[in-house]
Protein backbone atom coordinates (compact mmCIF):
# COMPACT_ATOMS: atom_id res chain seq x y z
CA UNK A 1 0.00 0.00 0.00
CA UNK A 2 1.37 3.87 -0.87
CA UNK A 3 0.14 6.90 -0.11
CA UNK A 4 1.10 9.23 -3.58
CA UNK A 5 2.80 11.20 -2.16
CA UNK A 6 6.15 10.91 -4.41
CA UNK A 7 9.42 10.31 -2.10
CA UNK A 8 11.97 10.27 -5.00
CA UNK A 9 12.53 11.40 -8.73
CA UNK A 10 15.06 8.16 -10.01
CA UNK A 11 16.02 7.30 -13.09
CA UNK A 12 15.10 4.16 -15.80
CA UNK A 13 18.93 3.87 -16.31
CA UNK A 14 18.97 0.22 -18.64
CA UNK A 15 16.47 -1.83 -19.87
CA UNK A 16 17.13 -5.83 -20.73
CA UNK A 17 14.49 -7.77 -22.32
CA UNK A 18 13.40 -10.57 -20.59
CA UNK A 19 13.23 -13.08 -23.64
CA UNK A 20 11.65 -12.52 -26.87
CA UNK A 21 8.60 -9.19 -27.49
CA UNK A 22 6.26 -11.00 -25.98
CA UNK A 23 7.90 -11.19 -22.41
CA UNK A 24 9.14 -8.21 -20.15
CA UNK A 25 11.29 -6.46 -19.46
CA UNK A 26 14.15 -6.14 -16.24
CA UNK A 27 14.49 -2.24 -15.56
CA UNK A 28 18.18 -0.64 -13.71
CA UNK A 29 16.51 2.27 -11.71
CA UNK A 30 19.08 5.02 -10.20
CA UNK A 31 16.86 6.12 -6.81
CA UNK A 32 18.06 9.63 -6.95
CA UNK A 33 17.11 10.79 -3.41
CA UNK A 34 15.36 7.85 -2.08
CA UNK A 35 16.93 5.85 0.82
CA UNK A 36 17.08 1.95 0.04
CA UNK A 37 18.59 0.96 3.55
CA UNK A 38 15.35 -0.31 4.85
CA UNK A 39 14.17 -1.98 1.09
CA UNK A 40 14.77 -5.68 1.02
CA UNK A 41 14.53 -8.54 -1.41
CA UNK A 42 11.02 -8.75 -2.61
CA UNK A 43 9.32 -5.14 -1.22
CA UNK A 44 7.59 -2.92 -3.07
CA UNK A 45 8.45 0.08 -4.61
CA UNK A 46 5.89 2.16 -7.11
CA UNK A 47 7.48 3.33 -10.35
CA UNK A 48 5.79 5.97 -11.99
CA UNK A 49 2.67 4.44 -10.34
CA UNK A 50 3.22 0.88 -10.75
CA UNK A 51 3.39 -1.14 -8.22
CA UNK A 52 7.03 -3.07 -8.92
CA UNK A 53 8.75 -5.62 -7.09
CA UNK A 54 12.83 -5.39 -6.20
CA UNK A 55 14.91 -8.03 -7.39
CA UNK A 56 18.04 -6.76 -6.74
CA UNK A 57 19.50 -3.54 -4.86
CA UNK A 58 22.80 -1.56 -4.18
CA UNK A 59 23.21 1.41 -1.62
CA UNK A 60 21.30 3.94 -4.98
CA UNK A 61 19.80 1.15 -7.32
CA UNK A 62 17.65 -1.20 -7.43
CA UNK A 63 16.56 -3.51 -10.23
CA UNK A 64 12.64 -4.67 -11.17
CA UNK A 65 10.97 -6.78 -13.48
CA UNK A 66 8.09 -5.77 -15.42
CA UNK A 67 6.20 -8.13 -17.16
CA UNK A 68 4.38 -7.62 -20.93
CA UNK A 69 1.06 -7.31 -19.49
CA UNK A 70 2.27 -4.46 -17.08
CA UNK A 71 3.95 -2.89 -20.48
CA UNK A 72 0.47 -2.71 -22.27
CA UNK A 73 -1.37 -1.10 -19.76
CA UNK A 74 1.43 1.65 -18.61
CA UNK A 75 3.18 4.47 -19.77
CA UNK A 76 6.71 4.92 -19.69
CA UNK A 77 8.15 1.66 -17.92
CA UNK A 78 9.75 1.13 -21.32
CA UNK A 79 12.06 3.62 -21.81
CA UNK A 80 15.00 5.54 -20.15
CA UNK A 81 14.42 8.86 -17.94
CA UNK A 82 12.79 10.25 -14.86
CA UNK A 83 10.29 8.47 -12.71
CA UNK A 84 8.17 9.19 -9.32
CA UNK A 85 9.57 6.85 -6.93
CA UNK A 86 7.79 6.07 -3.66
CA UNK A 87 8.47 3.02 -1.00
CA UNK A 88 5.58 1.31 0.38
CA UNK A 89 3.91 3.26 3.31
CA UNK A 90 4.51 1.65 7.11
CA UNK A 91 1.53 2.21 9.96
CA UNK A 92 3.90 4.91 11.47
CA UNK A 93 4.11 6.89 8.70
CA UNK A 94 1.81 9.99 8.09
CA UNK A 95 -0.90 9.14 5.27
CA UNK A 96 -0.38 12.27 3.29
CA UNK A 97 -2.16 11.72 -0.07
CA UNK A 98 -4.39 8.76 -0.17
CA UNK A 99 -4.52 5.07 -0.26
CA UNK A 100 -2.60 3.78 -3.33
CA UNK A 101 -2.58 0.22 -4.21
CA UNK A 102 0.19 0.73 -7.09
CA UNK A 103 -2.19 -0.84 -10.00
CA UNK A 104 -2.90 1.49 -12.57
CA UNK A 105 -6.26 1.17 -13.63
CA UNK A 106 -6.01 3.06 -17.20
CA UNK A 107 -3.91 5.03 -19.60
CA UNK A 108 -4.57 8.97 -19.89
CA UNK A 109 -3.37 11.37 -22.37
CA UNK A 110 -2.53 15.06 -21.24
CA UNK A 111 -5.08 17.57 -22.98
CA UNK A 112 -3.23 20.69 -21.62
CA UNK A 113 -0.83 21.36 -19.33
CA UNK A 114 -0.49 25.71 -18.47
CA UNK A 115 0.22 27.80 -15.73
CA UNK A 116 -2.57 29.16 -14.30
CA UNK A 117 -1.37 32.58 -11.67
CA UNK A 118 0.75 30.34 -9.55
CA UNK A 119 -0.02 27.09 -9.65
CA UNK A 120 -0.19 24.99 -12.65
CA UNK A 121 -3.64 23.40 -14.84
CA UNK A 122 -3.27 20.00 -15.44
CA UNK A 123 -6.18 18.19 -18.21
CA UNK A 124 -6.27 14.60 -18.30
CA UNK A 125 -8.56 12.76 -20.73
CA UNK A 126 -9.68 9.00 -19.20
CA UNK A 127 -10.90 5.99 -20.77
CA UNK A 128 -14.71 6.53 -20.35
CA UNK A 129 -15.08 3.12 -18.34
CA UNK A 130 -13.12 5.22 -15.56
CA UNK A 131 -15.43 8.06 -15.67
CA UNK A 132 -17.80 7.01 -12.87
CA UNK A 133 -14.93 6.72 -10.39
CA UNK A 134 -14.03 10.62 -10.79
CA UNK A 135 -15.74 13.08 -8.44
CA UNK A 136 -15.24 16.70 -8.00
CA UNK A 137 -13.13 16.75 -4.90
CA UNK A 138 -12.41 13.40 -5.40
CA UNK A 139 -8.79 11.48 -5.81
CA UNK A 140 -6.43 10.25 -8.62
CA UNK A 141 -3.29 9.41 -8.97
CA UNK A 142 -1.22 10.62 -12.07
CA UNK A 143 2.40 8.86 -12.62
CA UNK A 144 1.98 7.40 -8.63
CA UNK A 145 1.12 11.02 -7.48
CA UNK A 146 -1.66 11.58 -5.48
CA UNK A 147 -4.22 14.12 -6.49
CA UNK A 148 -7.88 16.33 -5.95
CA UNK A 149 -10.08 16.38 -8.65
CA UNK A 150 -11.07 19.98 -9.31
CA UNK A 151 -13.31 19.56 -12.50
CA UNK A 152 -15.33 16.45 -14.60
CA UNK A 153 -16.37 16.76 -17.77
CA UNK A 154 -18.18 13.71 -19.87
CA UNK A 155 -17.76 14.01 -23.59
CA UNK A 156 -19.08 11.42 -25.65
CA UNK A 157 -15.61 8.65 -25.79
CA UNK A 158 -14.12 10.02 -22.93
CA UNK A 159 -13.99 11.88 -19.51
CA UNK A 160 -12.08 14.99 -19.16
CA UNK A 161 -10.85 15.69 -15.50
CA UNK A 162 -8.84 18.44 -14.24
CA UNK A 163 -6.21 18.82 -11.45
CA UNK A 164 -4.48 22.17 -9.57
CA UNK A 165 -0.84 21.38 -9.11
CA UNK A 166 1.41 23.73 -7.13
CA UNK A 167 4.80 24.28 -7.68
CA UNK A 168 6.25 22.15 -4.93
CA UNK A 169 4.53 19.12 -6.79
CA UNK A 170 5.72 20.30 -10.27
CA UNK A 171 9.41 20.70 -8.98
CA UNK A 172 9.33 17.59 -7.30
CA UNK A 173 7.81 15.17 -9.86
CA UNK A 174 8.13 13.68 -13.07
CA UNK A 175 4.84 15.76 -14.11
CA UNK A 176 7.10 19.24 -14.90
CA UNK A 177 7.67 17.10 -18.47
CA UNK A 178 4.06 16.59 -19.34
CA UNK A 179 3.01 18.07 -22.64
CA UNK A 180 -0.36 17.54 -24.63
CA UNK A 181 -0.29 14.06 -26.10
CA UNK A 182 2.03 12.29 -23.09
CA UNK A 183 0.16 9.19 -22.23
CA UNK A 184 0.00 8.87 -18.12
CA UNK A 185 -0.63 6.34 -15.69
CA UNK A 186 -4.13 6.66 -13.36
CA UNK A 187 -5.02 5.16 -10.97
CA UNK A 188 -9.04 5.91 -9.15
CA UNK A 189 -10.04 6.17 -5.73
CA UNK A 190 -9.83 2.59 -3.56
CA UNK A 191 -12.75 3.68 -2.24
CA UNK A 192 -14.94 4.13 -5.18
CA UNK A 193 -14.19 0.76 -6.09
CA UNK A 194 -15.49 -0.69 -3.16
CA UNK A 195 -18.69 1.52 -3.47
CA UNK A 196 -19.42 0.57 -6.60
CA UNK A 197 -19.49 -3.28 -5.92
CA UNK A 198 -21.61 -2.74 -3.13
CA UNK A 199 -24.07 -1.12 -4.40
CA UNK A 200 -23.88 -3.03 -7.45
CA UNK A 201 -24.35 -6.34 -5.32
CA UNK A 202 -26.72 -4.38 -3.49
CA UNK A 203 -28.81 -3.89 -6.51
CA UNK A 204 -28.41 -7.78 -8.22
CA UNK A 205 -29.48 -9.22 -5.13
CA UNK A 206 -32.04 -6.73 -4.39
CA UNK A 207 -30.26 -6.36 -0.45
CA UNK A 208 -30.11 -2.96 1.74
Same mark, same amino acid.
Given at each position: ????? =???? %? $?? +??????????????????????????????????? &????????? $? +????? $? =???????? &?? @?????????? &?? #???? @?????????????????? %??? =????????????? *??????LARYLAFKGSIVINGVSLTVN?????? @??? #???? &????? +????? +?????????? *?????DLIARYCERILSYQAAHHTS
Open positions: MFTGI =VAAV %G $KI +TSISPLGDQQAGHRLAIDAGGLPLADVALGDSITV &NGACMTVIE $K +TDSSF $K =VDVSRESL &NC @TAGLDQIGEV &NL #EKAV @TLSERLGGHLVSGHVDGL %GEV =VRFEPVGESWLLT *VAAPKDAVVDTP @TTC #EFSV &NLIPH +TVQVT +TLKHLKPGSK *VNLEV
